[in-house]
């Protein structure tokens, strides 16, 4: 299915449909283009993460007691992912 585009000069355009990405206004069109391009995010952009602690006792016929520490962390682009974690057990 062909759709049919007529600019001001007069001349009438044919393309397929499923070619046309945008349709806008003059005005829309400068706002488009006059806007700044988009950030690169830098190494230290796009992470995230937590950080756990825990402390677990337990009585009856042996005592314990177990202190836990946890960080997790991950970087997410739209190209990867980078994630670490770290689990200290005392």
Known sequence: ???EIEPKNGDTLECAKDAVR???SEDE?????????A?????FDLW????????????????????NFGVRAARVSPHNKL????????
């Not at 069109?29 to 391009?37: D, G, L, N, W």
């Not at 994630?83 to 005392?90: D, R």
């Open 39 to 43: 950030k690169t995010p830098g190494p």
């Open 83 to 90: 994630s670490f974690y770290l689990i200290s057990i005392f």
């Open 1 to 3: 299915m062909a759709a």
């Open 22 to 24: 945008a349709i806008r």
């Open 48 to 67: 995230g993460g937590s950080l756990d602690a825990a402390i677990s006792a337990t009585r009856g016929n042996s005592d314990t007691e177990t202190v």
């Open 29 to 37: 069109q400068r706002a488009f283009t006059s806007r700044p391009p």
